[in-house]
């Protein structure tokens, strides 16, 4: 990245939300001025009861939060349990307080500890960001020699595990097998169990060092297992003296050739994608990991339970669903009508608009330079023809800017995973390996946190109020029956004779 790059960079981290996702800031590059922190916005918040005409004094906090808990003083009526707020999928709820990540959807800023995504994608490598988001800071070159020693020392698993996930069935989907591998792992490792070496025993940091260090390193050595159920091959035993990613592709495709080195610039080019994947505050899987954390459980089954969320559809599986499209457009001359059939709603928009994000994923203009780097190898895709022409004319008409409708961090990933070689059902597991990272790191930080309890949300009970067993004759028929159809398998067993 080029100085005039970098100032291009920080202009993004310092400009106000702009719709386009363009700055017009003019960096004042002589001062050296960068962004200040957002103003206290601590106060007090009155709420009038109209049902009482009651007057309360709700505390807010300099972050712009209120204490649930203080609304439990709002009663309509003196058995009242208090007032609560109705919130599914927590679109307005902050659960935790971190200082892992930062975004602004508005601006399309992610950052890690402070330090822009664009800056760590184009000048560090996964194991120091990895670093970073686990412990908060930029380590040392002494803290990264011991660093990646400690992780490169725990990339081999243990026979049994990959027994295991060899007891699974060939056809096994690779999330599921790293699943297996994870939970297996736990078994292994009793004496940092919380269920077994007591509830304290997270209180050491050697032991929590001690797990971050083995999950991180073995992460690659489950994927590639799990790549080559599928491919009917033997994963090669981790290379200590590789690199990060380098080392995942060399445990890929290396074989029983000891001398054998992926190419660097594929190896980098994965490690930029780990970098970009590593963390992005509480979406469905961390939230998963603190909620699993909460009750106290050991960390593998903390972050089995988080890749488990990984796994579904709407979270990590979307890149997937991104390429599928693409392939369905054909061609970029097919690109008209589909945007048609998405605005008659005849077809569904995958890779763009975020939860977060209403604005230009930052990571998705980072893997769009990365998928040029990728393509210069292995040969251009011509989806990208197609994904490039349906951006543009998604950027450029008004139905997707008014929504804003964006590209997100999936709609190029799918590609550069496919021009790289990787089957679609094994994109997920792409995202699960680096996103690892940031699940400890929320582990690590609840685990020091005072306001940590073992989460437990309340619900608004809707159902019947209270009624009374009764015996079989004097019920009315209700709810619904249904048969669960049998197999044919089974209408073969139970045809023959003495098959009970």
Same mark, same amino acid.
């Given at each position: 990245?080029?100085?005039?790059? +970098?100032?291009?960079?920080?202009?993004?981290?310092?400009?106000?939300?702009?719709?386009?996702?363009?700055?017009?800031?003019?960096?004042?590059?002589?001062?050296?001025? =960068?962004?200040?922190?957002?103003?206290?916005?601590?106060?007090?918040?009155?709420?009038?009861?109209?049902?009482?005409?009651?007057?309360?004094?709700?505390?807010?906090?300099?972050?712009?939060?209120?204490?649930?808990?203080?609304? @439990?003083?709002?009663?309509?009526?003196?058995?009242?349990?208090?007032?609560?707020?109705?919130?599914?999928?927590?679109?307005?709820?902050?659960?935790?307080?971190?200082?892992?990540?930062?975004?602004?959807?508005?601006?399309?800023?992610?950052?890690?500890?402070?330090?822009?995504?664009?800056?760590?994608?184009?000048?560090?490598?996964?194991?120091?960001?990895?670093?970073?988001?686990?412990?908060?800071?930029?380590?040392?070159? #002494?803290?990264?020699?011991?660093?990646?020693?400690? =992780?490169?020392?725990?990339?081999?698993? #243990?026979?049994?595990?990959?027994?295991?996930?060899?007891?699974?069935?060939?056809?096994?989907?690779?999330?599921?097998?790293?699943?297996?591998? /994870?939970?297996?792992?736990?078994?292994?490792?009793?004496?940092?169990? $919380?269920?077994?070496?007591?509830?304290?025993?997270?209180?050491?940091?050697?032991?929590?060092? @001690?797990? &971050?260090?083995?999950?991180?390193?073995?992460? $690659?050595?489950? *994927?590639?297992?799990?790549?080559?159920? *599928?491919?009917?091959?033997?994963?090669?035993?981790?290379?200590?003296? %590789?690199?990060?990613?380098?080392?995942?592709?060399?445990? %890929?495709?290396?074989?029983?050739?000891?001398?054998?080195?992926?190419? $660097?610039?594929?190896?980098?080019?994965?490690?930029?994608?780990?970098?970009?994947?590593?963390?992005?505050?509480?979406?469905?899987?961390?939230?998963?990991?603190?909620?699993?954390?909460?009750?106290?459980?050991?960390?593998?089954?903390?972050?089995?339970?988080?890749?488990?969320? %990984?796994?579904?559809?709407?979270?990590?599986?979307?890149?997937?669903?991104?390429?599928?499209?693409?392939?369905?457009?054909?061609? @970029?001359?097919?690109?008209?009508?589909?945007?048609?059939?998405?605005?008659?709603?005849?077809? @569904?928009?995958?890779?763009?608009?975020?939860?977060?994000?209403?604005?230009?994923? #930052?990571?998705?203009?980072?893997?769009?330079?990365? *998928?040029?780097?990728?393509?210069?190898?292995?040969?251009?895709?011509? %989806?990208?023809?197609?994904?490039?022409?349906?951006?543009?004319?998604?950027?450029?008409?008004?139905?997707? &800017?008014?929504?804003?409708?964006? #590209?997100?961090?999936?709609?190029?990933?799918?590609?550069?995973?496919?021009?790289?070689?990787?089957?679609?059902?094994?994109?997920?597991? /792409?995202?699960?390996?680096? +996103? =690892?990272?940031?699940?400890?790191?929320?582990? +690590?930080?609840?685990?020091?946190? $005072?306001?940590?309890?073992?989460? +437990?949300?309340?619900?608004?009970?809707?159902?019947?109020?209270?009624?009374?067993?009764?015996?079989?004759?004097?019920?009315?028929?209700?709810?619904?029956?249904?048969? =669960?159809?049998?197999?044919?398998?089974?209408?073969?067993?139970?045809?023959?004779?003495?098959?009970?």
């Amino acid at each position: 990245m080029s100085a005039l790059e +970098r100032l291009s960079v920080l202009a993004g981290h310092v400009a106000p939300s702009e719709p386009s996702g363009e700055s017009s800031v003019v960096l004042n590059t002589t001062s050296g001025s =960068v962004e200040q922190p957002p103003a206290s916005r601590a106060g007090h918040l009155t709420i009038v009861d109209s049902r009482t005409n009651r007057k309360y004094e709700v505390a807010v906090s300099s972050g712009g939060t209120i204490k649930a808990s203080d609304l @439990k003083q709002i009663k309509a009526h003196s058995g009242d349990v208090g007032l609560r707020t109705y919130d599914p999928g927590y679109t307005n709820t902050s659960a935790v307080k971190s200082t892992i990540s930062y975004i602004d959807g508005g601006k399309g800023i992610l950052r890690y500890r402070g330090y822009p995504i664009e800056e760590l994608a184009d000048r560090s490598t996964f194991l120091e960001v990895a670093y970073l988001v686990v412990y908060g800071e930029l380590p040392s070159t #002494p803290q990264m020699e011991t660093w990646r020693e400690a =992780v490169m020392r725990h990339s081999a698993l #243990p026979a049994d595990v990959q027994k295991a996930i060899d007891a699974l069935p060939h056809d096994a989907h690779p999330m599921g097998t790293i699943l297996t591998g /994870l939970c297996a792992l736990s078994t292994f490792h009793p004496e940092q169990n $919380p269920a077994l070496a007591g509830q304290n025993i997270y209180d050491s940091a050697e032991v929590q060092d @001690k797990q &971050i260090v083995r999950l991180i390193g073995k992460l $690659p050595a489950l *994927a590639a297992l799990a790549y080559h159920r *599928a491919s009917g091959r033997e994963s090669a035993p981790p290379n200590q003296s %590789l690199d990060y990613a380098e080392n995942f592709l060399y445990m %890929l495709d290396a074989g029983r050739r000891t001398d054998y080195r992926p190419h $660097p610039k594929l190896a980098r080019a994965l490690d930029i994608m780990f970098i970009l994947h590593a963390e992005h505050e509480m979406n469905c899987s961390t939230a998963a990991a603190r909620h699993l954390a909460s009750s106290g459980v050991d960390v593998y089954t903390a972050m089995a339970g988080a890749v488990g969320a %990984l796994y579904g559809p709407l979270h990590g599986g979307a890149n997937e669903a991104v390429l599928r499209m693409l392939e369905r457009i054909g061609r @970029k001359e097919n690109v008209p009508s589909f945007i048609r059939r998405v605005k008659d709603r005849k077809e @569904k928009l995958f890779g763009f608009g975020h939860r977060v994000y209403k604005n230009f994923d #930052p990571r998705a203009k980072v893997i769009r330079k990365v *998928a040029d780097e990728v393509f210069d190898i292995v040969g251009r895709d011509p %989806l990208i023809d197609v994904a490039t022409a349906l951006m543009d004319a998604a950027r450029s008409d008004p139905y997707f &800017i008014d929504r804003q409708l964006y #590209p997100n961090v999936d709609f190029f990933s799918g590609l550069v995973y496919r021009a790289m070689g990787f089957p679609p059902s094994f994109f997920t597991v /792409l995202f699960a390996v680096p +996103r =690892v990272t940031g699940y400890l790191a929320h582990w +690590r930080e609840s685990l020091s946190d $005072p306001d940590t309890k073992i989460i +437990r949300p309340q619900q608004d009970y809707q159902g019947v109020w209270l009624r009374h067993y009764g015996d079989d004759p004097t019920r009315a028929e209700g709810g619904q029956v249904r048969t =669960v159809k049998a197999s044919n398998a089974y209408q073969r067993r139970v045809s023959g004779t003495n098959w009970k």
